[in-house]
């Protein structure tokens, strides 16, 4: 009979080499998945339901135009209406 040796993949070169590779894009995806999970639920909040076109319209944004999403509907939460949430994302998005 042979005789096989078992092999711990998690030991292996090759696959330290590769989750040493992916753990920094992996971490990143995750943040970003992230802060965009808490502005839809902030903007939820606030706003109530929104609609397909705007939680596309978040979803394109980038890390950094989340992040200044996310303090300006926590800075001013009576200031920063419907309106003027609807018109700066087209800001971000129109340039």
């Known amino acids: 009979m042979l005789d096989f040796i078992e092999l711990d993949i998690k030991k292996t070169q090759f696959y330290q080499d590769v989750v040493s590779e992916n753990k920094q894009e992996w971490i990143t995806k995750g943040r970003e998945q992230g802060e965009l999970d808490l502005i ?56």
């Open 40 to 95: 839809l639920r902030l903007c939820k909040h606030r706003y109530g339901k929104l609609n397909a076109k705007i939680i596309q319209q978040l979803e394109t944004l980038s890390l950094k135009q989340r992040d200044k999403l996310a303090l300006l509907l926590l800075d001013y939460p009576d200031g920063f209406g419907i309106d003027k949430f609807k018109a700066w994302l087209q800001t971000q998005l129109n340039p």
